[in-house]
């Protein structure tokens, strides 16, 4: 074809006889059902293995809210939500017509030589939340919100280290590695940055530290997502006391339980008086399509890093505030406020757990119900008859944490409800659905969380048949 001929329409033919464009519909439609052997082969071979194990391997085909469905129409209540990213539900109604007209619009995007109006009206929304804050850096996760954060904790202070709590997480790169407090992510990825890991609640081990005078800084989830621990009351007031009697600052990761997730706006919101000079947020900012990390802070710090001219581009992120990643976070917002969907994660989530901890007296099996808002921990300890227990310490023999996924997989097959474990290594369900979720959602995973309670506490058990299976994997992989 010469300049001057017309562009073809998408799927005509072309020299050669093949069409051209691409058709999403007919890509899926012709190579879906390749799934997992296309994973299994171009991208992490133990994905696949494992969902093929535990029997997760479904098919979905399409999901709205609360809910997807699988080929045959067969509905599934999603108590997971992408790991907290699908804060305002799949598929949101406001949010994807605000990508349809962000697409539409034909801006200018990503010039990185102007100012577009909408980073700046997103950072405006979001300091609205936080008044005690000033500016925000858009990139593009939660750990790159992160990474944000401990550079420029570092750099404003002067210092080179920065204190972490044990079992925390705060992402898989690799200065948020550094920061990680579970060691099986950090196995074989040293040497990583110089921090320090501390007890989450241990003020005495944070006041030891930081008279070394060293420290830039504290990163410290408000509610663990690891297990859902909370931090005793009082703790993140006394906390950023110490920090700023020593000139150190306190960094608030909220990537997971901010923006209405535990029952306010952010967790760290529950304890009078605290103010974090950086916070991190993410995941449900996203709107569950576009990922978008934002890391807050206070005037000062940014003004120090970005000291003059020459330093305009010493942090910056190539995809970082692009228009559909902005346009998400607004819509996000907007659906939060219009729904009263921070209040819906207070009244659910207490509805889930009062009716959860009901239970724990009935079951032997089941230890603890703790949580705030719709972030709610399930955990499982070792029972009293000596039949169970037998049937425990086969389990706990093999590797820790093999009841709770033997749970997990009966409420996907049986009751077609999606959950997951807390973490590895420990016997702790993490529920933290969509915010939109309602009370006939928490009724039928209640339901089906009885019925499997039910059957793993029964003389029979599919449940038990399935632990065998799980220790044979177990001990197979050691």
């Known amino acids: 074809m010469t300049s001057s001929d017309p562009t073809p329409e998408p799927g005509s033919p072309v020299p ?7 058709d999403l519909g007919t890509l899926l439609a012709e190579r879906g059902g390749e799934r997992y052997d296309l994973h299994g082969k171009h991208l992490n071979h133990q994905l696949p293995r494992m969902l093929h194990t535990i029997g997760f391997d479904k ?14 129409g067969n509905d599934y209540l999603d108590m997971l939500a992408g790991f907290g990213v699908m804060g305002v539900g799949r598929h949101h109604p406001v949010v994807r017509k605000a990508l349809h007209d962000v697409l539409d619009a034909g801006l200018p995007d990503l010039t990185r030589f102007d100012c ?7 950072a405006e929304k979001l300091l609205s939340y936080t008044p005690h804050l000033d500016r925000v850096f858009f990139g593009n996760s939660g750990t790159e919100a992160v990474e944000t954060a401990l550079k420029f904790a570092r750099y404003a202070t002067g210092k080179p280290r920065v204190l972490y709590c044990k079992h925390s997480f705060h992402g898989l790169t690799t200065g948020s590695l550094s920061v990680n407090g579970e060691e099986g992510f950090q196995d074989g ?3 990583l940055l110089p921090d320090t890991e501390i007890e989450v609640g241990d003020l005495d081990a944070l006041a030891r530290e930081l008279k070394r005078g060293d420290v830039a800084a504290m990163i410290v989830e408000p509610i663990q997502g690891h297990g859902v621990y909370i931090p005793p009351a009082g703790y993140l007031r006394s906390a950023q006391s110490l920090l700023r009697a020593h000139k150190a600052l306190l960094i608030c990761d909220e990537v997971q339980t901010g923006i209405g997730r535990t029952g306010t706006f952010y967790a760290y919101q529950q304890e009078e008086g605290v103010e974090p000079d950086l916070l991190t947020v993410a995941k449900t900012l996203s709107g569950g399509y576009v990922p978008v990390g934002a890391t807050l802070g206070r005037d000062w710090i940014f003004k120090k890093v970005y000291s003059s001219m020459d330093r305009v581009l010493v942090h910056s992120a190539s995809y970082g505030s692009n228009a559909q990643a902005m346009v998400a976070g607004l819509a996000t917002l907007s659906v939060m406020e219009d729904e009263q969907l921070v209040e819906n994660s207070r009244r659910m989530g207490d509805l889930l757990r009062t009716r959860l901890a ?6 032997e099996l089941l230890k603890d119900v703790r949580g705030r808002g719709l972030m709610v921990a399930v955990e499982f300890g070792r029972p009293k008859s000596l039949k169970l227990r037998g049937r425990w310490t086969m389990l706990q023999a093999a590797r820790k944490g093999l009841f709770a996924q033997m749970v997990v997989v009966p409420l996907l097959q049986r009751h077609r409800i999606l959950t997951q474990v807390s973490g590895d290594h420990i016997e702790v369900i993490k529920l933290i659905p969509p915010l939109v979720v309602d009370e006939a959602d928490i009724d039928r995973f209640v339901n089906a969380f009885t019925d499997v309670m039910d059957d793993a506490h029964g003389g029979g058990g599919l449940m038990w048949d ?7 994997q177990a001990v197979a992989n050691r």
């Open 189 to 191: 990825f040293a040497p």
């Open 466 to 472: 399935f632990g065998r299976t799980l220790v044979k």
């Open 116 to 122: 577009q109006p909408l980073p700046g009206l997103l």
């Open 59 to 72: 098919f979905y085909e399409r999901a709205e809210g609360a809910h997807f469905w699988d080929a045959e």
């Open 358 to 363: 009901a239970l724990v007296d009935e079951y």
């Open 16 to 22: 050669g006889g093949q069409p051209k464009g691409f």
